[in-house]
């Protein structure tokens, strides 16, 4: 799962990151501390990034493709990774797709966390007096001043972002106005429904799935086993056998078929001799019934 976070300072990017980390195994990829990591390492890119890091300068977008594209080479990120603070332009959107397209890597989903700038505004400056309240010091960049500054500069460099990627149907849109946990529920409902983490039902179907296919498997190796080894030779021996058999049976009922043949001559012909006895009574029997009507006439 390869995603990119968007949202004004304040909207809650960094703890949603955590959350999309700790839920799914992914890497957090924030390009500040990997330019710090790839100075400390000595890398090529780092030594590049190193003097004008030092100097106070902004490190070209190369020098960030390069260091991002060393990055998510480790085995950490084979799962997956969130980007955090790039891209900041459209011209670097361009570029993190020219190096996707190149490491055969697809991006699956930007999300905006989408929020009310005055209630932002708002927030910071209770926090601030609540913070004056109980005596401690406020952070000189968690001010509304400063707020209002990095919003504007969100605004002119980073919002054309989001026309970049809607364009490109990679945007998803969530209120981060709501509650954490609300905000977090609604990330894993579009992750789930555009089909870039599994469902709960799906995760269970899945081992069903693979000891269904593993049984069909061993079952049609066991099949084959068999046909090629014992079954066929098996086979082998009881060629003879059943030649033999067959001849047996053969026989059997030749011999049948003459007896049965026999005794059906034998009864053809005591039929007619049977007739000829019982015509042969009946002609004695009438002859002398037929003397004495004679007699009686005369």
């Known amino acids: 799962m390869r995603l990119i976070l968007l949202g004004p300072p304040g909207s809650g990017k960094g703890t949603q990151a955590q959350r999309l980390v700790h839920r799914h195994g992914i890497v957090q990829l924030s390009t500040g501390e990997m330019l710090r990591a790839a100075v400390e390492a000595q890398t090529p890119v780092g030594l590049q990034a190193k003097p004008i890091m030092a100097s106070g300068g902004l490190v070209p977008d190369d020098i960030v493709i390069g260091i991002i594209s060393d990055r998510i080479d480790q085995p950490d990120a084979a799962k997956g990774f969130i980007l955090d603070g790039f891209p900041r332009t459209v011209p670097q959107a361009e570029a993190l797709d020219e ?23 708002q927030r910071v400056e209770t926090r601030a007096a609540e913070m004056r309240a109980r005596g401690e010091e406020v952070r000189v960049d968690d001010t509304p001043e400063v707020l209002t500054k990095r919003l504007a500069a969100y605004r002119s460099q980073t919002e054309p972002l989001i026309h970049y990627y809607s364009e490109r149907r990679k945007l998803l849109t969530v209120d981060g106005m709501m509650t954490i946990e609300e905000v977090t529920r609604e990330i894993n409902r579009i992750l789930t429904a555009i089909g870039a983490v599994e469902s709960k039902s799906s995760k269970k179907a899945a081992p069903a799935k693979r000891s269904a296919k593993t049984a069909a498997g061993d079952a049609k190796t ?17 060629r003879p056998a059943a030649k033999k058999a067959a001849k047996t049976v053969a026989k059997t009922v030749a011999k049948s078929s003459a007896k049965s043949a026999a005794k059906s001559a034998r009864t053809a012909a005591k039929r007619p001799a049977r007739g000829a006895k019982k015509a042969t009574k009946s002609v004695v029997r009438k002859a002398p019934k037929k003397v004495a009507k004679k007699r009686a006439r005369a």
């Open 99 to 121: 190096l996707l397209k190149k490491k055969h890597l697809k991006l699956d989903a930007v999300i905006e966390l989408r929020v009310n700038e005055s209630a932002l505004l």
């Open 222 to 238: 066991a099949a084959r086993g068999g046909a090629s080894s014992g079954i066929g030779r098996s086979a082998a021996k009881a």
